[in-house]
């Protein structure tokens, strides 16, 4: 059974998509190259990235940190797995700031995890990604596009487009110098040129939609 590494070659992917599509080609150039994510080496729990996930879903990066604080002082844990969720009840998860879905979908992700259902990263690297997708957007709170960034992020699979994801649209309509942004079935389309490395593309893609609203952002004039 093949196996998936985490990780890519990132110097190859720049020339690829420099030779493939002209116009991202220039913007690479003009950004520089975006080197490895030091995540892609460091292991990590399935199932405790899904839980956090599910924390800071809809909450700025402050106020979920201090609920995630919160959850893990109640279950004198820095992990969060069926096991140590299993410490506190629905009240005490209230009582930590964590809403009534995210609840639901705490205890729906550690349900599935004693069953067995949710992938470790040894299972993972012999699945690709449509299979880890499928396995994982079962749990209730979590989406397609969650999962697509534990692939990107964590386990640096080279050729994910997220093309729900308004960023990498933004990235492209700038791209193309169009008046609006692509639909994802047209992004999809667009991307077709950039595989195998779609996931070093939406990087790129990222960076270019906050180039570009820097440079539209008007300039103020000083008062003379």
């Known amino acids: 059974m093949p196996r998936h590494g985490r990780g890519f070659d990132t110097e190859a992917a720049f020339e690829h998509l420099s030779r493939r599509d002209r116009k991202l080609g220039a913007w690479m150039k003009k950004l520089g190259p975006i080197e490895r994510d030091p ?18 879903q809809q909450l700025s990066g402050k106020a979920a940190a201090t609920i995630v604080g919160r959850v893990e002082t109640a279950i004198g844990s820095d992990r969060f797995h069926c096991h140590t969720l299993a410490k506190i009840d629905d009240v005490g998860l209230r009582a930590c700031g964590v809403s009534g879905n995210k609840t639901l979908a705490l205890r729906d992700l550690a349900a599935r995890e004693l069953r067995g259902e949710i992938p470790d990263l040894r299972r993972m690297s012999t699945m690709d990604n449509d299979a880890i997708i499928d396995a994982l957007t079962h749990i209730r709170g979590i989406g397609r596009w969650t999962v697509e960034m534990m692939l990107m992020f964590r386990l640096g699979r080279p050729d994910v487009l997220p093309v729900d994801d308004l960023g990498v649209r933004k990235g492209a309509q700038v791209v193309d110098k169009r008046d609006e942004m692509l639909k994802p079935k047209e992004l999809l389309e667009r991307g077709e040129r950039w595989g195998p490395y779609r996931t070093y593309a939406s990087l790129y893609l990222w960076r270019i939609a906050d180039a570009g609203t820097a440079v539209k952002e008007p300039t103020k004039r000083s008062q003379e």
């Open 39 to 56: 995540r892609w080496r460091k292991s990590f729990d399935p199932a405790d990235a899904l839980a956090r996930a599910i924390l800071y």
